[in-house]
């Protein structure tokens, strides 16, 4: 059975920083595309990056130049680097593994960016 466990999320200030990690068990993450969406009240669900297999990196236009994915094999782990964050960043994230046409998520980390 697939786990993902996302962690790291919190408040803080506007231009702050933020790395948010995504920890998995039942499954070599090493295989699969994964993937950092996010939803904010009352918003659908949108992608924030991705990273296939390879390395191969992209960004949704809003958090270019300011969120860095990577992962880490070896440790099953994927990360989500937040910098210059804003207050429109605010929004529950959640970790996703893409396995073909099915998708694992994570329970969600809170990020909140306010004075």
């Known amino acids: 059975q697939v786990q993902l466990a996302e962690s790291g999320g919190g408040l803080v200030q506007p231009g702050g920083s933020l790395r948010l990690s995504c920890a998995g068990s039942?499954?070599?993450?090493?295989?699969?595309?994964m993937a950092w969406h996010r939803q904010a009240p009352g918003k659908q669900r949108e992608l924030v990056a991705r990273?296939?297999?390879?390395?191969?990196?992209g960004y949704a236009d809003s958090v270019k130049g300011r969120f860095t994915i990577s992962r880490d094999n070896a440790k099953n782990t994927v990360y989500l680097q937040m910098n210059s964050l804003k207050p429109e960043d605010t929004a529950v994230y959640y970790c996703a593994l893409v396995r073909g046409s099915t998708t694992d998520w994570g329970q969600g980390t809170q990020v909140t960016v306010s004075s």
């Open positions: 039942g499954i070599a993450f090493r295989s699969y595309a």
């Open positions: 990273i296939t297999r390879g390395g191969t990196t």
